[in-house]
């Protein structure tokens, strides 16, 4: 059973007002589908946070908004957040049918450590999220990446990666994940210093000084 959130509908939309939902522990949000027709709404704050860490960022909440008979089914499709203060500014509802497909960000988790990093390799991720298609039920949290056994100038890439049982990447097979890069080579050593320059047009002013 999906966790249910409980969300008030939102009419004047001015920059003040919504500035005003914040101080007082909501956050401005919208709900909008494939099917849906967007609606302004607003969730409290501390509410929406735990449910996240119940749920995850790919679970299904249920959106109870107020006036409204039925529930929605919604997956969190975006998250603004001020990145000064680290507050929540603004957040998107997307409405899912739980029977057809649809595809989703998940973000990538690096696991293990990488022997290349101790040979003098730079660890490099590319990719921090990875796009995937599947039931909304089936939308992994993340995505696990063992880097543990990447020397230098190893790499993973998409094929690298096995689909879970009920999704698919959808990024191209041959984009690369993470990689490991050579060490940076050292630069040649300048020119010793206190070394005298070279006077510009000196050997023109010798050769004529020759020919007089």
Do not use: C
């Amino acid at each position: 059973m999906a966790t249910v959130l409980e969300a008030n509908t939102r009419t004047d939309l001015r920059k003040s007002v919504s500035n005003k939902l914040r101080t007082d522990g909501y956050v401005p949000a919208v709900l909008y589908g494939k099917d849906t027709e967007s609606k302004p709404v607003s969730v409290p704050n501390i509410t929406f946070i735990k449910t996240i860490r119940e749920v995850g960022r790919n679970g299904i909440i249920e959106l109870d908004v107020e006036g409204e008979s039925e529930k929605h089914k919604v997956i969190v499709h975006d998250i603004q957040v001020d990145p000064i203060k680290d507050y929540l500014v603004h957040i998107d509802f997307f409405e899912v049918d739980l029977k057809s497909e649809m595809e989703a960000d998940v973000s990538v988790n690096l696991q293990g450590d990488a022997p290349g990093e101790k040979e003098g390799g730079i660890l490099s991720p590319l990719l921090y999220n990875v796009t995937v298609r599947a039931l909304p039920t089936d939308i992994p949290e993340e995505i696990a990446v063992d880097i543990s056994e990447l020397g230098v100038g190893d790499s993973v890439q998409i094929a690298d990666l096995a689909s879970g049982k009920g999704f698919e990447f959808v990024n191209e097979p041959e984009e690369t994940v993470v990689t490991v890069l050579p060490p940076e080579q050292e630069k040649e050593p300048e020119e010793e210093q206190g070394q005298e320059p070279e006077l510009v047009g000196a050997d023109e002013e010798d050769g004529e000084n020759k020919s007089e």
